[in-house]
Nanobody, 118 residues
């Protein structure tokens, strides 16, 4: 019943910015944590950034200083502000969430394509 829906992906030039949003529908709980993963062609899915309900964050070294994750707990919504984008950031970005009653269970969004190219 829970759905995570991403939006905000698209085509941008190197050095540009993009803001991704992920909104949960059909949910009556506040997630323990929400985050963003990405998967490039031929590569494994990797963590980009994650944020807990207390506001603590984990961010991949490759995007530190460029990407910022934030959330609105009451709305179970998470955002990813991406600045200074590089071609290597090109990937499908997936929203992820864990419920507080089972933090090992993963909800996944359908993914949104981010392409960085001149």
């Amino acid at each position: 019943q829970v759905q995570l829906v991403e939006s905000g992906g698209g085509l941008v030039q190197p050095g540009g910015s993009l803001r991704l949003s992920c909104a949960a529908s059909g949910s009556i709980v506040r997630f323990y944590a929400m985050g963003w993963y990405r998967q490039a062609p031929g590569k494994q899915r990797e963590l980009v950034a994650r944020i807990s309900s207390d506001g603590s964050t984990n961010t991949a070294d490759s995007v530190k200083g460029r990407f910022t994750i934030s959330r609105e707990n009451a709305k179970n919504t998470v955002y990813l502000q991406m600045n200074s984008l590089k071609p290597e950031d090109t990937a499908v970005y997936y929203c992820n969430a864990n419920p507080p009653y089972d933090s090992t269970y993963n909800y996944w969004g359908q993914g949104t394509q981010v392409t960085v190219s001149s």
